[in-house]
């Protein structure tokens, strides 16, 4: 008998590659200063500034510098913001707890304004806490000194490089792009291709949305980053091409796959490829795969000034835009009140059992609570799970490491590793992040009580209270929190779909690259929403775990679609406009079918061969959203997003 698929999603982990540099930097950042304390005889200070550099850590990124300094850079502040108002407040009873109940709810409220602002207030509540615990050790202004320069030196290690490497991360993701693609093409044709694509799509989006954000700001006047947009526009051809040989099943010749590879390097190196070997003769996709890789050798032996794609200079808003736009798109709706409101409500839970309970150091249970709930971070369930596993398996770390009383350079050594796996663990799964960084915080908060096994006990105790009180309030309890809320996006994702097969398909298609990126990149979010939803055991999980199989059928339409374009592009004739219509029809009335909560209708025919292709995938996806047994699931069909009204 196999497991739940959501236990499975909730165990295994991602795979991801080795981010072997920033792994590096979280080791010098974080053991640094405790090297430094323990050397000098003055190992308080260096804790707090080991303490300062964990929240530049946690908070770093790899990619363009700019983006690093946005995200650390307001993190950090936050975070010493908190470190100071938690040191202020100190251990002050209901005082306290007001205090950490209000700036849980104004967290909340301000996650919603994007994920620099998410991560920032949830660094500004999770310091707070932990501010109220160093207030008994060190006065506020010399803790938060020290955590500015620890900060700061985990800043330095990021962005060090920033004057001698302006335009490496920029130039590592669009290599990565031709990387993904060569991998793409050389999958063509079997199972991993699928997932190979997908990869292509966020390797894509990582650069669009690099560069773009920065030649926002340069206004088109830097040579490098005009070059690496031309290179990545005039890459479209070839992904479209590879994206139509996975859907035909077809492996171009093997010197193609070395000159997209040989293109990578030259991109990272920011060097002239040369002279490829690229083929003259071959099919459709095969002569506009060509087409592209020669194209981008013409970029990268260009100075960058030639003429190509550009997007006219915008005018950068105001700091009140800004305001008013948030406060426009953010504060106007309910959902971000609603996570805040959960969010303090379970947090002032927390701190009155913190203070009703004889817990010892219970600000462990309000952190537990806090970083469980976080509201734009997954699945809640999923997280208090992972939290709760995590934090015993690192707690019984940690401690045990407490209870022997090593020296100082021991703990020295121990911090460094375990910061060196931070990175790692990170981006596979949270319960392995869990357990990574607690016994790194134990060090950090407890080294005053080494030699104490009742510490293990104690942060067993309070993580265990802590998941109880998210799952009870915060998840079965709070209304709506177990129903699916992913089959509006999932109506509209089709309707993308469909979006693009009426103008993809059509003669002389204006706008069709930019379009089949939109598609792309929304049926990449899309399912990295199912995926979060997969972990859940509720109704929201079955539904996500039934419909999965009209993504994957969702996704390969789009690739059949893109397929008869690059034809289309090569000078085979567009398919009749009847079929079009019919395909167009099929997708919207699948998604008016999601939304209304009925099964789909079946696709009808066409008489054009090529579109019957796309027509069958079609039905694929009609099937999926059907399954074995959705008409006899009341509870189920309850759920579906209810139709639209005017």
Known sequence: MSAPSWLTELLVPTKAPIDWKRACRAAAAIAGPIAVGVASGHILPGVLAAIGALCGTVTSISGPYRDRARRSGLSV?????????????????????????GVAVFSGVISAAGNNASLASLQLLVYVILGTHESVVVSPAVAVAWFAVGAGWALLLSLGAWPLRATAPERALVAAVFDRLATLLTLSGTPEARAARHRLTTALNSAYDALLAARSRLSGRDQVYRRLFMVLTDATPAVEAAVAMGSAKHRPPRSVVDAVRTLAEAVRADRDPGELDLPDQGSPAVLTLVAGLRAVVDDLAGDGTAD?????????????????FWFDDVLAGPTAWLHALRLGVCVAVAEAVALAAPLERSYWLVLTVAVVLKPDFGSVFARAVQ???GTLVGAVVGAGVLALSPSGWVLVVFAGVIAFLLPITQVRQYGMFTTTLTPLVLILLEIGHAGGWDLLVARALDTVVGCVIVLVFGYLLWPGSRKPRIGGRLADAVEAVARYADLALRPDPEGRNALRRRTYRQLSDLRTELQRALVEPSAAGRLAAAWYPAIIGLERVTGAVTRVAVEIAQGDPAPPDAD?????????????????GKPPPDPPDVESERLDRVMSLVGVVVAGLRGPDLDRQPLVRRLLPRPRTT
């Open 580 to 596: 079009v219509e019919r395909v167009v029809t099929a997708l919207d009335g699948i998604a008016d079918a999601v939304r209304s």
């Open 387 to 389: 939290r709760g596993g």
């Open 77 to 101: 502040l936050a975070g010493a913001i908190g470190f100071y108002l938690g040191g202020l407040a100190g251990e002050h009873g209901w005082w306290t707890a007001v205090l950490i109940v």
């Open 308 to 324: 190509g794609p550009d997007r006219p200079d915008r005018r950068r808003r105001t700091w009140r835009e800004r305001l008013d």
